[in-house]
């Protein structure tokens, strides 16, 4: 079935060092692709987002591109700040409709000073 | 102003009771979910509601049952509370479930419920 696969946590990471979230996403139908975000203590926040392959979603300086042939959506980040520190989700539609997610099992993030 | 709310934020009650969260959001969405995250944060899907119709109903006990007063609300009722039904639980709503718009179907969640069953 669909289903979303991210690396297992925790990444931590000292202030301004390169972030490389891993996601990939079984190949059937065409999903559009997402990262959330949750701080501690708080909801899910959507952080970024594509609907189409070689779609490049950035926000808050994150990126991610839909990779349709490797089946990835990875998510990047140059330079990462304490502020980051949080869990992001990878996930994806399903079922035919765009408001049906799937979650990844989340990625805890701390950044060290 | 919140966009999705949840009430209570904690939840502590003991086996066999019977328990409601209720979720609002004012941001005149179609569709409204309910989403269950355990201790190890993985986050699956319980409800969804369209315009007052359950579509989803993934397999979760029937001791759960999800109730829309209006387009709104979408509340929550747990019946026999079980210690395994520890967890944060997330409302979040869409504009809708079958697209339509370039972020139409972006989820906003709500700030969680944390029910704790002794």
């Known amino acids: 079935g669909d289903s979303v696969t991210q690396m297992e946590g925790p990444v931590t990471l000292s202030e301004e060092a390169f972030l490389t979230i891993n996601c990939t996403y079984t190949?059937?139908?065409?999903?559009?692709l997402f990262w959330y975000v949750q701080y501690p203590g708080e909801g899910l926040q959507l952080l970024l987002k594509?609907?189409?392959?070689?779609d490049k979603g950035s926000n808050k300086g994150f990126e991610a591109t839909y990779r349709k042939e490797t089946t990835s959506f990875h998510l990047e980040k140059g330079s990462v700040q304490v502020s980051d520190s949080a869990v992001y989700f990878c996930?994806?539609?399903?079922?035919?409709?765009?408001?049906?997610?799937?979650f990844g099992k989340g990625t805890k993030l701390s950044v060290k000073p | 102003d919140t966009a999705v709310s949840q009430t209570p934020k904690y939840l502590v009650t003991q086996m066999g009771n019977d328990k409601s969260i209720k979720c609002e959001q004012n941001l005149g969405h179609d569709t409204m979910y309910w989403y269950k995250q355990d201790s190890k944060k993985f986050l699956k899907i319980m409800f969804s509601?369209?315009?007052?119709?359950?579509?989803i109903n993934e397999t979760v006990p029937n001791r759960f049952s999800p109730k829309s007063p209006d387009k709104a609300h979408l509340n929550l009722h747990i019946n026999s509370l079980e210690l395994g039904d520890s967890a944060v639980y997330f409302c979040a709503s869409s504009q809708d479930l079958y697209g339509g718009g370039s972020s139409s179907y972006e989820q906003y969640f709500g700030p969680g419920t944390r029910l704790t069953v002794t």
């Open positions: 594509a609907t189409k392959a070689d």
């Open positions: 190949a059937t139908g065409y999903p559009s």
């Open positions: 996930a994806r539609t399903y079922g035919g409709s765009q408001g049906n997610l799937i």
């Open positions: 509601y369209n315009n007052k119709e359950l579509i």
